[in-house]
């Protein structure tokens, strides 16, 4: 089993940025590829961005391209995703994720979930 915590959400102004983080606990965080979701009100939860198992690798979204940036630390088991540039659309819960496989874009491909943090960019 892998927890994954998710933090770092918040109310912040169009244009601002945030950092998000997800701290991991349980098996080897390495050993995982991870992935951040997000999730409008009222919509379906899509892939945003890939980090590969050493974090020299990502892939994302063409919604965030150029604007997020994920990344890793597997010493502090932890997963990043700053976001700059943020526009209203931007707004939901973000959540982390754990996969055998990176790039992964798919809900079905992820084992473990976090919680999910708020994001709220206002106009």
């Known amino acids: 089993q892998v927890q994954l915590v998710e933090s770092g959400g918040g109310l912040v102004q169009a244009g601002g940025s945030l950092r998000l983080s997800c701290t991991a606990s349980g098996r080897t965080f390495s050993d995982y590829a991870m992935g951040w979701f997000r999730q409008a009100p009222g919509r379906d939860r899509k892939f945003a961005a890939a980090?590969?198992?050493?974090?020299?690798?990502?892939y994302y979204a063409d919604s965030v391209k150029g604007r997020f940036t994920g990344s890793r630390d597997n010493a502090k088991n932890t997963v990043y995703l700053q976001m700059n540039s943020l526009k209203p659309e931007d707004t939901a819960v973000y959540y982390c994720a754990a996969s055998h496989r990176f790039g992964a874009t798919k809900r079905n491909e992820y084992i473990y979930w976090g919680q999910g943090t708020q994001v709220i960019v206002s106009s």
């Open positions: 980090v590969s198992w050493n974090g020299d690798t990502q």
